[in-house]
């Protein structure tokens, strides 16, 4: 336990700087009685809790905001009204040209469009009429083609390109660096 | 004599207009209820008569739902795949080009329309940019080269039907324009808690009370 200074060995020490060496070196805190725990710790803690949950209930009323998107805002060089360029003046016969060519493509178009349609719609009624029939022939095959396919997802399909991949192409080196803002609310 | 007269005419008068005022107020207690006890609240002379409430008609149209202001964005719910049926479905489409992207998610949107599948919603995600660092043939420091911004539109389909999957996909892939790359994928929710700001406080503050 705590050995005081004066008892052990006897010699009377002048304070407790001056101890000799074979004691135990015991100092004022340790010869003192085990601190009593005070009764406001507890309560501090909760109190501490209590704030901490008030600050989120705080935050959470606050809706989450979504990011803006970049696409949406004209920046602000285009809005410059010095800059603004009148309508170029056509003559006659080359605004004809243009509302006759766009009649032209129009036409080009709905052809596509309905040549389109028709194919789906044609495909759809192939589809149907094979159900019919694979039903006919047996039930459980006809449940199994209803189904959806799982392994369909994730689907990554890149789009065509105006050229080829070269073949022996040596790309400069280099590296890409995210730039993207971060917003934070 | 004439005074008593008209007293006896008043009187009529009265009773004649009391007993319509009566009628009418049971009619009106009958019809509207509630309309019914704000007639005896304030004493007007023109509630007797009988043409009383004529130009009502805001009861008779359908009744709205009070707005709220603030209409906090609430998630739609994720839908799984049924027996003939898929789940929520993301079809996202990236590119560089804005114009090529905006205009073949539209082209979807369409089609959709057309064909009958439901569009629960369409978005757009922000805009990536990257920077490319390119490294000089002679020489160590790197130096930016360009800003390119990838651009990203996203159709929410909610019920596509399996049989129509195969060609519905066809379609797509058949009018992909060039430098598109188009994505399907199922729709999570770390997906739509993605297009949120973040909120590094809050998350402080979750991380300090567990």
New interface residues.
């Given amino acids: 336990m705590f050995l005081s200074l004066m008892g052990v060995d006897g010699h009377v020490s002048q304070g407790p700087w001056f101890a000799s060496v074979l004691t135990l070196k015991t100092s004022a805190p340790l010869r003192a009685e085990p601190k009593k725990k005070k009764k406001v710790d507890p309560r501090r803690e909760q109190m501490v809790?209590e704030r901490?949950?008030k600050?989120?209930k705080k935050?959470?009323r606050v809706?989450?905001?979504?990011?803006?998107?970049?696409?949406?805002t004209t920046p602000a060089k285009y809005m410059d009204e010095t800059r603004v360029r009148g309508a170029p003046q056509l003559p006659f016969e080359e605004s004809e040209r243009r509302a006759l060519l766009l009649k032209e493509w129009s036409r080009y178009k709905q052809t596509q469009h309905r040549a389109?349609?028709e194919a789906?719609g044609l495909?759809?009624e192939a589809?149907?009429e094979a159900?019919e029939e694979l039903r006919l022939e047996s039930e459980e095959l006809y449940?199994a083609?209803?189904?959806?396919?799982?392994l369909?997802?994730?689907?990554?399909?890149?789009?065509?390109?105006?050229t080829p991949p070269k073949a022996q192409y040596e790309a400069?080196?280099?590296?890409?660096?995210?730039?993207?803002?971060?917003?934070?609310? | 004599m004439q005074w008593r007269k008209l007293r006896a005419s008043f009187a009529l008068h009265s009773r004649v207009l009391d007993q319509a005022g009566l009628l009418f107020r049971a009619s009106v207690s009958v019809q509207h209820p509630i309309q019914g006890s704000l007639a005896f609240s304030n004493e007007r002379q023109y509630r007797t008569m009988p043409t009383h409430g004529i130009g009502k008609y805001k009861h008779l149209l359908p009744k709205e739902a009070p707005k709220k202001k603030?209409e906090?964005?609430q998630m739609k719910q994720i839908k799984t795949?049924t027996?003939?049926?898929?789940g929520t479905?993301n079809v996202k489409v990236s590119?560089y080009d804005?114009i090529l992207v905006e205009h073949y998610s539209q082209y979807i949107h369409n089609l959709c329309n057309?064909?009958g599948v439901k569009v629960a919603e369409s978005y757009?995600?922000?805009?990536?940019?990257?920077?490319?660092?390119?490294?000089p043939?002679q020489g160590t420091k790197?130096y930016v080269?360009a800003?390119l911004?990838t651009?990203e539109r996203i159709v929410q389909l909610s019920q596509l039907n399996?049989?129509?999957?195969p060609?519905f996909?066809?379609?797509l892939?058949k009018n992909?324009?060039?430098?598109?790359?188009?994505?399907?994928?199922?729709h999570t929710e770390a997906d739509y808690q993605a297009?949120?700001?973040?909120?590094?406080?809050?998350e402080g503050?979750?991380a300090?009370?567990t």
């Fill in positions: 809790r901490l949950k600050k989120l935050l959470e809706p989450p905001e979504l990011i803006p998107i970049e696409d949406f389109e349609m789906v495909a759809v589809q149907r159900l449940q083609a209803l189904r959806p396919d799982p369909l997802f994730p689907f990554n399909h890149q789009g065509p390109s105006y400069p080196e280099g590296k890409y660096n995210n730039i993207t803002k971060v917003y934070t609310q | 603030k906090r964005q795949a027996d003939a049926e898929y479905l590119g804005m057309r064909l757009a995600l922000p805009t990536k940019s990257t920077e490319v660092m390119v490294m043939e790197m080269d800003i911004k651009h399996a049989t129509l999957c060609t996909m066809e379609v892939l992909q324009p060039e430098g598109i790359q188009l994505s399907v994928k199922l297009r949120f700001k973040a909120r590094p406080e809050l503050l979750m300090q009370m």
